[in-house]
């Protein structure tokens, strides 16, 4: 019996799902993914429709007609989701000769088809009704064409598992980012299901299926993100906290799951009875455990999976800073330096900024929105005049590692030695930056190309001049 809880998860799925496939394809008419992800929805919707004949609709001789005709239409979502795999993410093949696994899916999938359409062992999809269509005489051969269609079926998935390693294999930059979110999403999907059949015969009280249907929703919306490239690179991230935040837990179910396990057989020996009291005391160490193995685990994670995404990188520091100190003397330029790092630190919060590492008067912060470091840079200029500093800023955006707090790569290097080129007062900012603000309303001023020590190429550099808008 389907729960009002997996009611409403089938419900968001085929709701959201179009939504997401519809705005792939007006975006991106010529890309096949968008029509396939608004085909993914039809299988549940076909067999839900099945049913609902089946219970409504009398003469029941004629509801199984219908609900026969709806059945074998319904192939069409487990279709889309093959098709996916094989033509995701820019709708094209690696190369010819990967055209031969669409065509044993075709084969495989038109086969088990009409094997299962007029054969006596395939019941109708509702409440395994007898197939309205079957032909005695031939269920042997349509038991053959179901085996030939079975063999088809392997030999199209183990084309698509090859296609999708050496689609990987080949892929970098973008690309890869989006094959990333597609896998993302679907082994969020498709764990469950296998925890769901591996559990089937133990009767657990979890319910994985349940669980799975609950996740469905995330295959389509990752998908959305991938192809539409919206925060693209945010997926190493967030591979790194799953992966953190599913091994904490894995530990702390299995660590303190046993000793439930041998506490309460000690409890029942002792008392003759199970023991809520265990069990709570229990639960409140897992929680308070949870924070000392996170911290544990996470360095381990990103030693093997670091995190990368896109930041904008500022780094700004005061102009004269050691002339200020001979002129103020250590005590005075102490409570200088103070005010001018509370100031940063409050345009900071305030734009939304994270503060990577401050040494002496230099700070390095990061930013997911590059108006927003733009903003910051331009504010902390102006709150540091106000107390008779100057600062120079430079600000650049890229790919970065992170592990744990720390950011790092060569584009922090590089933001660096952006700032190092930068004048006094100046907001200096990479060709990259100029791209990512292309839209907002800022007058830049070439500063023509640039050496930076210890990165490689040359640099073209831009000076903020104004920026509209901008406080």
Same mark, same amino acid.
């Given at each position: 019996?389907?729960?009002?809880?997996?009611?409403?998860?089938?419900?968001?799925?085929?709701?959201?799902?179009?939504?997401?496939?519809?705005?792939?394809?007006?975006?991106?008419?010529?890309?096949?993914?968008?029509?396939?992800?608004?085909?993914?929805?039809?299988?549940?919707?076909?067999?839900?429709?099945?049913?609902?004949?089946?219970?409504?609709?009398?003469?029941?001789?004629?509801?199984?007609?219908?609900?026969?005709?709806?059945?074998?239409?319904?192939?069409?979502?487990?279709?889309?989701?093959?098709?996916?795999?094989?033509?995701?993410?820019?709708?094209?093949?690696?190369?010819?000769?990967?055209?031969?696994?669409?065509?044993?899916?075709?084969?495989?999938?038109?086969?088990?088809?009409?094997?299962?359409?007029?054969?006596?062992?395939?019941?109708?999809?509702?409440?395994?009704?007898?197939?309205?269509?079957?032909?005695?005489?031939?269920?042997?051969?349509?038991?053959?064409?179901?085996?030939?269609?079975?063999?088809?079926?392997?030999?199209?998935?183990?084309?698509?598992?090859?296609?999708?390693?050496?689609?990987?294999?080949?892929?970098?930059?973008?690309?890869?980012?989006?094959?990333?979110?597609?896998?993302?999403?679907?082994?969020?999907?498709?764990?469950?299901?296998?925890?769901?059949?591996?559990?089937?015969?133990?009767?657990?009280?979890?319910?994985?299926?349940?669980?799975?249907?609950?996740?469905?929703?995330?295959?389509?919306?990752?998908?959305?993100?991938?192809?539409?490239?919206?925060?693209?690179?945010?997926?190493?991230?967030?591979?790194?906290?799953?992966?953190?935040?599913?091994? @904490?837990? #894995? &530990? =702390?179910? !299995?660590?303190?799951? +046993? /000793?439930?396990?041998?506490?309460? *057989?000690?409890?029942?020996? %002792?008392?003759?009875?199970?023991?809520?009291? @265990?069990? #709570? &005391? =229990?639960? !409140?160490?897992?929680? +308070? /455990?949870?924070?000392?193995?996170? *911290?544990?685990?996470?360095? %381990?994670?990103?030693?093997?999976?670091?995190?990368?995404?896109?930041?904008?990188?500022?780094?700004?520091?005061?102009?004269?800073?050691?002339?200020?100190?001979?002129?103020?003397?250590?005590?005075?330029?102490?409570?200088?330096?103070?005010?001018?790092?509370?100031?940063?630190?409050?345009?900071?919060?305030?734009?939304?900024?994270?503060?990577?590492?401050?040494?002496?008067?230099?700070?390095?912060?990061?930013?997911?929105?590059?108006?927003?470091?733009?903003?910051?840079?331009?504010?902390?200029?102006?709150?540091?005049?106000?107390?008779?500093?100057?600062?120079?800023?430079?600000?650049?955006?890229?790919?970065?590692?992170?592990?744990?707090?720390?950011?790092?790569?060569?584009?922090?290097?590089?933001?660096?030695?952006?700032?190092?080129?930068?004048?006094?007062?100046?907001?200096?900012?990479?060709?990259?930056?100029?791209?990512?603000?292309?839209?907002?309303?800022?007058?830049?001023?070439?500063?023509?190309?640039?050496?930076?020590?210890?990165?490689?190429?040359?640099?073209?550099?831009?000076?903020?001049?104004?920026?509209?808008?901008?406080?």
């Amino acid at each position: 019996m389907v729960t009002w809880w997996q009611t409403a998860a089938i419900g968001s799925f085929l709701l959201v799902t179009p939504i997401v496939g519809g705005l792939i394809a007006s975006r991106k008419p010529e890309n096949p993914v968008g029509w396939l992800v608004i085909t993914l929805p039809l299988g549940f919707a076909l067999n839900f429709a099945a049913d609902d004949v089946v219970r409504r609709v009398r003469p029941i001789d004629a509801a199984l007609g219908v609900a026969w005709t709806i059945q074998q239409l319904s192939v069409a979502g487990i279709t889309s989701l093959l098709l996916l795999l094989i033509y995701f993410p820019d709708g094209r093949l690696p190369s010819p000769r990967w055209r031969i696994v669409p065509v044993l899916l075709a084969i495989g999938i038109g086969l088990f088809t009409v094997g299962g359409a007029f054969s006596a062992n395939t019941p109708v999809f509702a409440q395994d009704l007898p197939n309205p269509l079957a032909v005695a005489w031939l269920a042997p051969v349509m038991d053959a064409v179901k085996v030939v269609a079975g063999l088809g079926m392997l030999a199209a998935l183990l084309g698509i598992l090859a296609l999708i390693i050496v689609r990987f294999r080949r892929s970098q930059g973008e690309v890869r980012q989006q094959m990333k979110w597609f896998t993302y999403g679907a082994t969020i999907v498709i764990t469950p299901l296998l925890l769901a059949l591996a559990t089937g015969p133990l009767n657990l009280p979890f319910d994985f299926y349940t669980l799975a249907l609950t996740l469905f929703l995330i295959l389509p919306i990752t998908i959305g993100i991938a192809i539409l490239r919206y925060r693209l690179y945010d997926i190493d991230l967030l591979i790194n906290r799953t992966v953190v935040y599913a091994t @904490v837990t #894995a &530990a =702390l179910v !299995a660590v303190f799951g +046993l /000793a439930n396990v041998a506490l309460q *057989r000690i409890a029942e020996t %002792v008392t003759g009875q199970h023991s809520d009291l @265990v069990a #709570a &005391a =229990l639960g !409140a160490g897992a929680a +308070l /455990a949870f924070g000392p193995i996170r *911290r544990w685990v996470r360095p %381990v994670v990103d030693r093997f999976l670091p995190a990368r995404a896109v930041l904008t990188l500022l780094f700004t520091d005061i102009v004269g800073s050691t002339q200020a100190i001979v002129e103020l003397g250590d005590e005075r330029w102490r409570m200088l330096l103070g005010r001018y790092r509370a100031a940063v630190r409050q345009e900071l919060a305030r734009t939304g900024g994270h503060e990577v590492d401050t040494a002496g008067d230099a700070f390095f912060a990061t930013f997911s929105r590059p108006v927003a470091g733009l903003q910051c840079a331009w504010a902390i200029r102006s709150a540091v005049k106000k107390l008779g500093l100057e600062t120079r800023t430079g600000v650049h955006i890229g790919e970065c590692e992170m592990r744990g707090e720390k950011v790092s790569g060569i584009e922090v290097h590089a933001a660096a030695r952006v700032m190092a080129e930068a004048g006094d007062g100046e907001i200096l900012v990479s060709d990259a930056f100029r791209d990512a603000v292309s839209g907002a309303n800022v007058e830049l001023l070439d500063r023509g190309r640039h050496w930076l020590k210890g990165v490689p190429g040359e640099w073209q550099l831009y000076a903020v001049e104004a920026a509209q808008g901008l406080p």
